[in-house]
């Protein structure tokens, strides 16, 4: 999911430091590492005030990344891509230093408004919502998990967007990215039939396994959990390691694998660190353009054919209410002329997770901060060692197997941090708890290895909504998380944190001694069993950063991404889900994107002259 630490960066994230420290510390080894790791980011593209081109897009993350590229490979079509940030820093593609970015000024930094209801052991009672900032957006801050939900989930979907939206019909366009080289997957026929060889971004994982990992592996067979070799495998559910988007010991996203190409078209112009403040409609209800303010100045580009909004579940929701496409009474409350009455912000959630933690002694992880440096210079040198990949796992649960053997409803994701790995720091970036919280873990830590075990929710009910803190297109949105606003999602906590405690009881960590933390939370001292557990989740919540739904197909959207009632504009980034899938989102998103690529294409090829004809 989102919280999973690997042992060569576990240390060095727990206690804060800089990535950019160790690699400072490499280079004076390396005065060639510099063209070691890099990465051909596209140039800026300069055009002028009241260019005019076919297509924009707004966003240049995962969505924006694979959807300006395929655009860019039509004949005779311009496409601007327009993105408020600019090129990833040398840390972004190095799979050791994935989570390091974060909380840094390549993250919008979003937070949640507190409710006073859940979420109260959190520092402030504020959910933290990362979202990147730079070129590739959240996939080049992402984990890399490559996992795509469950069948059902998009057959949820074709529910309210239409049959294109299936299981069967989505499937090829997750194919069609992928290039599958994963030694437990690619020779195997049954699995292969669910994934793509000759798409651009890579799917890799190995037969090596780092020592906690497969502890964790066995642990969780121990425990009934089926070790299976695909954890996208829609026939199996169980325990496994998941395989990654890496390449050649880099990160490969949606922006390294098809932007950097495309980027040298052109037919694409990229106008990086630019902010859209909105899309311009015509008195005919079509997006004619959009008004950008870069290098301070405000300008205007105009679309001959097509606006695309790709800019992310958070600001994809902004960027249409200062539009004036959004919930009536909220557009006239601040003050901006209705264009069209949407739900736009509403349907917003994102997957639940509360973290277990064990405690350990020490031998599981076994890796030292010292060794992050020479690890780094093993990185430089030859793109090899522990900072070359990412060696996750996790356990999927179904709590109504006999029912539903292979649909999860939640997802167990545990990670090993070293004894003294200066835990007080890394608890408050990542995880964002209280301080008292934090300070307890961290001097448990000083003798204790801690054994954090994300419990994920993956299937929420609950909703909350996204909506304008003022009409200035520079202030962040106002984020209402909902957690726990339908009581039905708390059911399954009791048993799925029982479960992940449980590990403790494992004959590896029987051995080590290994016992459930009590994080005493005062608003749960006097509860006890289930409802203990139920008032623990309800306190520790946080999000997974999966967030989802706030121009969802179906309600703000036609079942082509189009926006309802205005010609001219689509969106294609997080937002348009529905319902959240069943696991990590960006493949997902990069599914959605080509989805939009093909739907634009066929408008084109069936109509001559690009006649719109009426979305209403």
């Not at 327009?82 to 840094?104: M, N």
Request: charged fraction near 25%; aromatic fraction near 8%.
């Amino acid at each position: 999911m989102s919280f999973m630490l690997g042992q060569p960066e576990a240390a060095m994230c727990a206690a804060g430091g800089s990535v950019s420290g160790a690699v400072t510390a490499a280079l004076q080894f390396f005065a060639l590492a510099q063209c070691l790791v890099q990465e051909p980011w596209p140039k800026a593209a300069h055009p002028t005030n009241d260019t005019t081109f076919d297509y924009i897009v707004v966003g240049a993350g995962t969505a924006g990344s694979v959807l300006s590229s395929r655009l860019a490979d039509l004949d005779g079509v311009s496409v601007l891509l327009i993105e408020a940030g600019g090129d990833p820093p040398q840390e972004s593609i190095i799979p050791g230093y994935h989570d390091v970015l974060k909380g840094t000024k390549y993250d919008w930094n979003f937070t949640t408004v507190n409710d006073k209801v859940s979420s109260q052991a959190l520092k402030g009672g504020s959910q933290k919502q990362p979202r990147g900032k730079m070129l590739g957006g959240s996939g080049s801050l992402s984990d890399m998990v490559y996992s795509r939900g469950h069948p059902e989930d998009y057959d949820d979907w074709a529910a309210v967007a239409g049959e294109q939206w299936n299981w069967k019909n989505v499937l090829e366009y997750f194919k069609k990215t992928e290039h599958m080289t994963d030694e437990q997957i690619v020779n195997n026929p049954e699995l292969m039939a669910y994934h793509g060889i000759d798409g651009e971004i890579e799917v890799t994982g190995t037969n090596r396994s780092t020592f906690a990992t497969q502890i964790f592996l066995d642990a969780f067979a121990e425990l009934g959990f089926e070790k299976v070799k695909d954890m996208t495998n829609p026939q199996k559910m169980g325990t496994g390691r998941f395989s990654h988007t890496i390449r050649k010991g880099q990160r490969d996203s949606a922006a390294t694998a098809l932007l950097n190409k495309a980027g040298y078209s052109t037919k694409l112009s990229i106008l990086k660190d630019s902010l859209v403040t909105k899309v311009i409609i015509d008195d005919k209800n079509k997006a004619v353009g959009v008004e950008v303010v870069t290098d301070n100045e405000k300008k205007i580009f105009k679309a001959d054919k097509e606006v695309i909004l790709s800019a992310g579940t958070f600001n994809t929701a902004k960027l249409l209410l200062l539009s004036g496409i959004g919930p009536k009474k909220h557009l006239e409350e601040m003050g901006i002329p209705v264009i069209k009455d949407l739900p736009v912000g509403h349907n917003f959630h994102d997957h639940v997770m509360v973290v277990a933690f064990l405690a350990s002694e020490k031998g599981t992880c076994t890796e030292e901060q010292k060794d992050t440096y020479m690890h780094t210079i093993e990185y430089l040198h030859s793109r090899t060692g522990p900072l070359a990949d990412t060696d996750s796992m996790g356990a999927y649960i179904a709590l109504e197997r006999e029912s539903h053997p292979t649909v999860p409803d939640f997802a167990m994701y545990p990670t090993c941090v070293p004894v003294n790995a200066g835990f007080y720091k890394g608890c408050q970036v990542s995880l964002g708890y209280e301080d008292r919280i934090c300070r307890e873990l961290d001097i448990l830590n000083q003798n204790y290895e801690l054994i954090p075990v994300a419990v994920v929710l993956l299937k929420p009910k609950s909703r909350g909504k996204v909506t304008l803190s003022s009409k200035n297109p520079f202030d962040a949105p106002l984020i209402y998380a909902g957690t726990f606003s339908d009581e039905e999602d708390l059911a399954g906590f009791p048993k799925a944190l029982s479960l992940a405690y449980s590990l403790a009881n494992a004959t590896y960590f029987r051995g080590k001694r290994a016992f459930a933390v009590d994080l005493k939370l005062e608003a749960c001292e006097e509860l006890r069993g289930a409802e203990g557990l139920k008032c623990h989740a309800r306190q520790l919540a946080t999000p997974a950063w999966h967030a989802v739904g706030t121009s969802a197909l179906g309600a703000v959207l036609d079942g082509a991404l189009r926006v309802r009632g205005v010609r001219g504009l689509r969106v294609a980034d997080a937002g348009v889900m529905p319902a959240v899938v069943r696991g990590n989102t960006n493949a997902a998103v990069v599914m959605v994107a080509e989805r939009a690529a093909d739907f634009i294409q066929r408008e084109l090829r069936a109509a001559p002259g690009y006649e719109y004809y009426d979305v209403e």
